[in-house]
């Protein structure tokens, strides 16, 4: 049995640009994440700096891994919408060359 899967390709595109400006953002507070782990580390003496510090680090670690990763999935997203396209014009392409092959030459 054949499955007919349709897609709107406009809103997975701005769902991709969605996701890469989130993915953006991601990063950018993980440098500040970075930056306030060295502080809380610093701010502290002793042990309670130190786990201050590491946590802060651990949530920067976080923030970063998912960054990268919405940024994957988006520009996967984007990639896949072109493919499609893709393929769908140049199965027009053919589809019109047959119906009017005198134009296709």
Not at 7 to 36: H, K, M, P, V
Not at 53 to 59: L, T
Not at 82 to 95: C, G, I, K, P, Q
């Amino acid at each position: 049995m054949s499955t007919t899967i349709t897609a709107q390709f406009d809103a997975i595109e701005q769902l991709a640009a969605e996701l890469a400006g989130l993915a953006a953002e991601l990063t950018e507070e993980s440098q500040l994440c970075r930056s306030t782990a060295h502080s809380l580390g610093t701010a502290v003496s002793g042990a309670t700096g130190e786990r201050a510090g590491a946590a802060g680090s651990g949530w920067a670690g976080v923030l970063e891994l998912l960054g990268r990763q919405t940024g994957a999935l988006a520009a996967t997203l984007s990639a896949a919408v072109d493919s499609y396209r893709t393929a769908d014009a140049v199965l027009a392409d053919r589809v019109l060359a047959r119906r009017h092959p005198a134009a296709a030459r």
